[in-house]
């Protein structure tokens, strides 16, 4: 079986995962000398010159795979961002020993501004920018984001039920399925991307909204399936419109952005209303790690709608989150995320593993430090070299070139209309329309070639039509899936020849 329905990456980052296990290893050490009367136990490192002793550490170790990595980051870190040495090593000891609950339960002091200093920098092409600084929240990955940014829009009634969302289409699924659910049941509105249009939104689709009914737009960009950015004058309008719209509510799910050239988010143009939420899942080749964040600008429209909202509402949020705080009507939004997450009486012991803060923290440097542009260049090379490999045995035109900069090429959506109607005829199309289900081509390749790929109706991309991850097979298995859907297109074309 060749499996090409999953996002998951056949690749991973190796010299932060190097680090993060020589980091390990003088953990352990600092550790174990605390509490040596022991044996087969480990104390609280003592942060007085605990850099000192990483640094002897390094040098002792110095041709050991991942210690030049962390050399490099100590130095930058200390020397440019100007975090102090022995409160770095110490956040990183602890840290990766996951000794202690996180403090700050929203993310590791030292670990926020470097992940911070990430994203504003793979997030933020434009150098016109307004100026913002955003508050981080260390998450397990873009899907808890999800979960946790739906549950606190509605438990403090920013969301209700029978809202209007608008939805930017095609879209990876769960964001059409979520509003749907009980717990939430908002009212969808689609804001529709089109094939013919490049994947961008045209005015008409971005008009609506402006209509006052509608709360919140959530957006993924670049797209999925279509795996294309939204322009830069396509993101503007948005912002236009919201700045327009101080109550409108902006989502955007960033985590292909790393793929595209010359990639803005919409969180960096319209600071003050957006959510941004970004997995390191993809780029880093670390699903398994369960890495992501939330973050929200300092300024931001989420707070001053908590401070307008009826006064009974409020004194009711304030009764939620009174065990948590003596001031509970001014916890800040990005708190309450925070605390939702643990449904509030746990918010002691809210906060993603420190451990996977250390190695977020290690997968922000790759690209802060001065390798960071070569890995990314390669990382495009990889999804590229497939997408070409795809499209060589292709019987249509590809829909978007190899060097378009709007691409991010993680994944791909063939158009099975155009490709049978281009290949055999309209009348051709007619017919298998007719005769068959969207899902009996996808049924059929997986029967006949062993190729599994998703449909595209499933993300409300158009019917006939199928999804490729660029991500999770070699280099050849993508010529024997143009090659199968050719193959398997030629079985219905012989079909209906026989029904002449």
Not at 86 to 99: A, P, Q, R, S, T
Not at 246 to 255: E, N, R
Not at 341 to 356: E, Y
């Amino acid at each position: 079986m060749i499996n090409a329905g999953r996002g998951n990456p056949n690749w991973i980052a190796t010299e932060p995962r190097d680090a993060f296990f020589q980091l390990g290893i003088f953990a352990l050490q600092a550790s174990k000398s605390t509490y040596s009367q022991y044996p087969g136990f480990g104390g609280v490192s003592d942060q007085c010159c605990i850099s000192a002793r990483f640094l002897s550490f390094c040098e002792d170790n110095e041709q050991v795979e991942g210690i030049r990595f962390l050399l490099n980051a100590f130095s930058y870190l200390t020397t440019q961002l100007h975090i102090d040495a022995d409160e770095l090593i110490y956040e990183w000891v602890e840290g990766i020993l996951g000794d202690n609950y996180p403090v700050p339960d929203r993310m590791l002091k030292n670990s926020e501004i470097i992940a911070r200093k990430y994203i504003e920098q793979e997030m933020g092409h434009k150098s016109n920018l307004p100026n913002s600084h955003f508050d981080l929240f260390a998450v397990e990955g873009g899907t808890a984001a999800m979960v946790y940014i739906f549950n606190t829009l509605k438990s403090n009634r920013l969301l209700n039920k029978g809202d209007e969302i608008a939805i930017g289409a095609p879209v990876f699924t769960p964001y059409l399925e979520m509003p749907e659910l009980e717990d939430y049941s908002l009212n969808k509105v689609e804001i529709m991307a089109t094939e013919a249009n490049h994947w961008q939104i045209p005015d008409s689709e971005l008009e609506k909204l402006r209509d006052p009914k509608i709360k919140a737009f959530f957006l993924v960009n670049p797209s999925n399936p279509a795996s294309v950015k939204l322009s830069d004058e396509t993101l503007q309008k948005i912002a236009d419109i919201a700045n327009e719209r101080p109550d409108l509510i902006l989502l955007t799910d960033d985590v292909y952005g790393t793929f595209t050239d010359k990639f803005t988010s919409l969180a960096l143009l319209a600071p003050k209303n957006t959510i941004l939420v970004y997995s390191y899942s993809k780029y880093f080749g670390a699903t398994g790690w369960r890495l992501g964040v939330i973050a929200v600008n300092e300024d931001n429209i989420f707070d001053r709608m908590i401070a307008d909202l009826p006064e009974a509402t409020r004194s009711q949020l304030n009764k939620r989150y009174s065990g948590i705080s003596l001031d509970p009507q001014n916890i800040k939004f990005i708190d309450r995320l925070v605390a939702d997450s643990r449904a509030v009486a746990l918010n002691h012991t809210a906060g993603l593993s420190t451990p996977q803060q250390i190695q977020m923290s290690l997968f922000s440097l790759l690209a802060l430090l001065e390798g960071g542009k070569d890995y990314q260049d390669n990382a495009k090379r990889i999804v590229r070299s497939r997408y070409h490999a795809l499209m060589e045995q292709s019987q249509t035109e590809p829909t978007i070139s190899e060097d378009d900069q709007s691409g991010a090429f993680y994944y791909v959506e063939i158009n099975i209309q155009d490709l049978a109607a281009s290949t055999y005829g309209e009348d051709f199309f007619t017919w298998m329309k007719a005769e068959y289900e969207p899902l009996d081509f996808l049924v059929r390749l997986a029967e006949e070639s062993g190729i599994v790929v998703m449909p595209g109706g499933g993300f409300d991309a158009p019917e006939w039509s199928l999804r490729v991850s660029l991500a999770n097979l070699p280099k050849s298995a993508y010529s024997e899936i143009s090659t199968a859907i050719n193959t398997t297109l030629e079985g219905y074309n012989q079909t209906f020849l026989n029904t002449k």
